[in-house]
């Protein structure tokens, strides 16, 4: 008999229980010993044999093993990523599984009543159906997590081998059989705890910080009203080969952005959820985001490659993003997104033309001026808003100033700041620093403040005008 004890009081107090719980016993596995007093005293074999061996492990031993095993752990977590993930995955999904089961059981009184009724509905059957689909998953989860734990266990012990090579192999499998499940539970903590360290730092700066869920219906919103602004702009021209370029470069625009951003927002909700670390390079290249796809549920990941798939190829489109998020949203994220009214629609665009708005007054490069200017006064004339490309702009400016009635003074000037944009970016690209480049940015910072101007007043009275 193997005994690891704190104090020696146990060994007696073992010994005296199993003498008395065989006092009446006939087997014949006893002998008569002489004890202290040489009074004859029979010893049972069944529950005490005739030789036992008595180790006393000191809490400073214990201490010491349990601060190896520790940072054994922490290193074990940062480098082992997918099982670390598998380990707190498993964990969690235990937790959820016999919470589960525990919640169907307070339904079998009632299968109970509805069947002494008689009265078999289909809500019953649903019931059992659903509890033994349930059980059945609780049973596949516990083996699999027996397997885990029998593994964690081969390691431990191998690595107590490793460590205390002197000590019997007898007070090891001890240490083991007593303290296996708290070692898996100081793994498990390690695991947490780096995963929390590393995935929620930014989120403990920003404890104000809105919901990825809120996150994701606002790009969805987004996103509606700059591909129907997109649609707007080419309603009614001609599919040339010029607007036809136009175009894609809007669509490919917004897919590469504001659609990108939405994608990465509901890997990373998934990351968080299935406990599955994000590359430090982010996931901006579609690279990175295969390599972490691969790591979710299948079930996550492939509703999320059906939707990195319509950022790139042939079929490609805002539109198609659009129909596609919308799908999958409520069955595989639990996030209710709805088609923009019209008095959402209203809101967002005059927020962001404020936007634009509050920019233009703090920007002083002629350039990126510009680019403020035109999509405000688009914004204000058409009622709808573009996620514009530099390359747009000239087509925007002919948009406007055709289309749409803009003042005088303010159609002439852009006009002519917009070549000088052309010219000045031009030059600058093709590193020609020249007279000509000189010129242009003159030409730029000179019109600039006056062209600045009456752009913000004429927002200005549009909107008192609106507000009348």
Same mark, same amino acid.
């Given at each position: 008999?193997?005994?690891?004890?704190?104090? #020696?009081?146990?060994?007696?107090?073992?010994?005296?229980?199993?003498?008395?719980?065989?006092?009446?016993?006939?087997?014949?596995?006893?002998?008569?010993?002489?004890?202290?007093?040489?009074?004859?005293?029979?010893?049972?074999?069944?529950? *005490?044999?005739?030789?036992?061996?008595?180790?006393?492990?000191?809490?400073?031993?214990?201490?010491?093993?349990?601060?190896?095993?520790?940072?054994?752990?922490?290193?074990?977590?940062?480098?082992?990523?997918?099982?670390?993930?598998?380990?707190?995955?498993?964990?969690?999904?235990?937790?959820?599984?016999?919470?589960?089961?525990?919640?169907?059981?307070?339904?079998?009184?009632?299968?109970?009543?509805?069947?002494?009724?008689?009265?078999?509905?289909?809500?019953?059957?649903?019931?059992?159906?659903?509890?033994?689909?349930?059980?059945?998953?609780?049973?596949?989860?516990?083996?699999?997590?027996?397997?885990?734990?029998?593994?964690?266990?081969?390691?431990?012990?191998?690595?107590?081998?490793?460590?205390?090579?002197?000590?019997? %192999?007898?007070?090891?499998?001890?240490?083991?059989?007593?303290?296996?499940?708290?070692?898996?539970?100081?793994?498990?903590?390690?695991?947490?705890?780096?995963?929390?360290?590393?995935?929620?730092?930014?989120?403990?700066?920003?404890?104000?910080?809105?919901?990825?869920?809120?996150?994701?219906?606002?790009?969805?919103?987004?996103?509606?009203?700059?591909? %129907?602004?997109?649609?707007?702009?080419?309603?009614?021209?001609?599919?040339?080969?010029?607007?036809?370029?136009?175009?894609?470069?809007?669509?490919?625009?917004?897919?590469?952005?504001?659609?990108?951003? #939405?994608?990465?927002?509901?890997?990373?909700?998934?990351?968080?959820?299935?406990?599955?670390?994000?590359?430090?390079?982010?996931?901006?290249?579609?690279?990175?985001?295969?390599?972490?796809?691969?790591?979710?549920?299948?079930?996550?990941?492939?509703?999320? *490659?059906?939707?990195?798939?319509?950022?790139?190829?042939?079929?490609?489109?805002?539109?198609?993003?659009?129909?596609?998020?919308?799908?999958?949203?409520?069955?595989?994220?639990?996030?209710?997104?709805?088609?923009?009214?019209?008095?959402?629609?209203?809101?967002?665009?005059?927020?962001?033309?404020?936007?634009?708005?509050?920019?233009?007054?703090?920007?002083?490069?002629?350039?990126?001026?510009?680019?403020?200017?035109?999509?405000?006064?688009?914004?204000?004339?058409?009622?709808?808003?573009?996620?514009?490309?530099?390359?747009?702009?000239?087509?925007?400016?002919? *948009?406007?100033?055709?289309?749409?009635?803009?003042?005088?003074?303010?159609?002439?000037?852009?006009?002519?700041?917009?070549?000088?944009?052309?010219?000045?970016?031009?030059?600058?690209?093709?590193?020609?620093?020249?007279?000509?480049?000189? %010129?242009?940015?003159?030409?730029?910072?000179?019109?600039?403040?006056?062209?600045?101007?009456?752009?913000?007043?004429?927002?200005?009275?549009?909107?008192?005008?609106?507000?009348?």
């Amino acid at each position: 008999i193997l005994v690891l004890i704190q104090s #020696c009081s146990s060994i007696k107090n073992y010994i005296n229980r199993s003498h008395n719980n065989n006092n009446n016993d006939n087997s014949n596995n006893s002998d008569i010993v002489n004890d202290e007093n040489n009074k004859s005293v029979r010893v049972y074999y069944d529950s *005490v044999p005739k030789t036992y061996n008595v180790y006393i492990v000191s809490p400073g031993f214990l201490q010491e093993m349990f601060v190896k095993y520790y940072n054994y752990y922490q290193d074990w977590a940062a480098k082992n990523v997918q099982e670390k993930s598998d380990l707190l995955r498993a964990s969690t999904e235990s937790l959820s599984l016999s919470s589960s089961s525990n919640s169907v059981d307070f339904d079998d009184d009632d299968d109970d009543d509805w069947s002494n009724k008689g009265k078999k509905s289909k809500k019953s059957k649903r019931r059992r159906k659903q509890k033994s689909k349930k059980n059945n998953n609780l049973r596949k989860s516990s083996t699999q997590e027996r397997v885990d734990q029998q593994n964690y266990t081969n390691e431990d012990t191998n690595l107590l081998n490793d460590w205390y090579p002197d000590i019997d %192999d007898e007070v090891k499998e001890c240490i083991m059989n007593d303290f296996s499940n708290k070692l898996i539970e100081i793994r498990t903590e390690c695991a947490r705890a780096l995963f929390i360290n590393k995935q929620t730092k930014h989120e403990e700066e920003q404890k104000d910080a809105k919901t990825w869920q809120e996150q994701l219906i606002d790009l969805y919103n987004l996103i509606q009203i700059f591909n %129907d602004g997109n649609d707007n702009l080419f309603e009614n021209l001609s599919e040339d080969e010029e607007n036809t370029k136009v175009k894609l470069s809007l669509e490919r625009n917004l897919l590469r952005s504001l659609c990108t951003d #939405c994608l990465n927002l509901l890997i990373k909700a998934q990351c968080d959820d299935n406990f599955v670390s994000i590359p430090d390079s982010g996931l901006q290249k579609a690279a990175d985001r295969k390599k972490v796809l691969k790591k979710l549920p299948k079930k996550a990941s492939d509703c999320l *490659v059906t939707l990195s798939s319509t950022l790139t190829g042939k079929n490609s489109s805002p539109s198609s993003f659009l129909d596609t998020l919308y799908d999958i949203s409520m069955d595989e994220f639990q996030v209710n997104l709805k088609p923009l009214d019209k008095k959402k629609r209203v809101i967002l665009i005059s927020n962001q033309a404020n936007s634009f708005y509050t920019e233009l007054q703090n920007e002083n490069d002629p350039a990126n001026a510009y680019h403020l200017i035109v999509v405000l006064l688009y914004t204000l004339l058409s009622k709808h808003i573009i996620h514009a490309t530099g390359k747009s702009l000239s087509k925007l400016t002919e *948009v406007l100033t055709t289309k749409y009635k803009l003042p005088d003074d303010i159609q002439s000037e852009l006009i002519t700041f917009g070549e000088h944009v052309v010219t000045y970016l031009t030059l600058k690209m093709k590193k020609t620093l020249n007279n000509d480049f000189d %010129d242009a940015s003159n030409a730029l910072n000179e019109a600039l403040p006056n062209l600045k101007a009456k752009t913000l007043k004429f927002y200005e009275q549009t909107q008192q005008s609106s507000k009348k």
